[in-house]
């Protein structure tokens, strides 16, 4: 899974343009999240077909990086997420964001962006596991 993290203007209209382009795209937002300081904006979302968002993004000339992103499915108990990110913190891992994509009664399922996936410790405490495709 990738997350696009793309740099616009912050004035009115400017995240409107960018989730235009996509839509007309036919891509679907999968998960985002977006803010605004002294003037610049930033935003960090999954889309469910990332060849074509990278291209899109090209076209439509918006800056942009693209980072791996892990999926964790965790319980929807108290504790379950600072169980996770203290094992990352302890293993030296960097947590750069995290997204809620679903939640149910099942749990909840999580994004997380990383500094260096492939320094993760070897079991997280997490229901079935951590993708890191």
């Known amino acids: ?7 616009l203007d ?6 409107a343009a960018l989730t235009d382009v996509l839509g007309d795209a036919g891509i679907n ?4 999240s977006a803010w605004g300081a002294n003037g610049n ?15 899109v993004l090209a076209e439509a000339g918006l800056v942009n990086t693209e980072h791996r992103v892990l999926t964790a ?6 504790g379950s997420l600072a169980r996770v990110t203290r ?3 302890d293993a030296g891992v960097n947590i750069d964001a995290l997204y809620v994509l679903r939640s149910s009664s099942e749990g909840i399922e999580l994004a997380i962006a ?3 996936p ?3 410790p070897d079991e997280l405490p997490v229901v079935g596991g951590i993708d890191t495709g």
């Open 1 to 7: 899974m990738i997350e696009f993290v793309v740099r």
């Open 10 to 15: 912050n004035h009115p209209g400017a995240l």
């Open 29 to 32: 937002i999968e998960a985002m």
């Open 41 to 55: 904006g930033v935003v960090r979302l999954i889309t469910d077909n990332e060849t074509i968002t990278r291209h």
């Open 73 to 78: 499915h965790v319980t929807d108990e108290p």
């Open 87 to 89: 094992q990352l913190g």
């Open 114 to 116: 990383v500094d260096d």
């Open 118 to 120: 492939d320094s993760l």
